[in-house]
């Protein structure tokens, strides 16, 4: 299920303020910050906005 669109509008990276993406796969869903080369993850259709919940973004991507 996608996250809500006015939701996505106002959700900000937790560490930079910074724009986010939203992804969607058949597995999961995350949110990723370009900048901090962050990915928060989605569960149960509620952002993880912890840092230390984040996961480090692949090199090349």
């Known amino acids: 299920m996608a996250l809500n669109e006015k939701l996505l509008e106002i959700l900000v990276c937790p560490k930079c303020k ?3 993406e939203y ?3 058949q597995k999961e869903e995350s949110l990723i910050c370009h900048r901090c080369r ?3 993850p989605v569960k149960d259709d509620i952002p993880v906005m912890l840092i230390e919940e984040a ?3 692949p ?3």
């Open 18 to 20: 910074g724009e986010l």
């Open 55 to 57: 996961k480090r973004l």
């Open 23 to 25: 992804k969607c796969g």
């Open 38 to 40: 962050l990915i928060y």
């Open 59 to 61: 090199e090349g991507k």
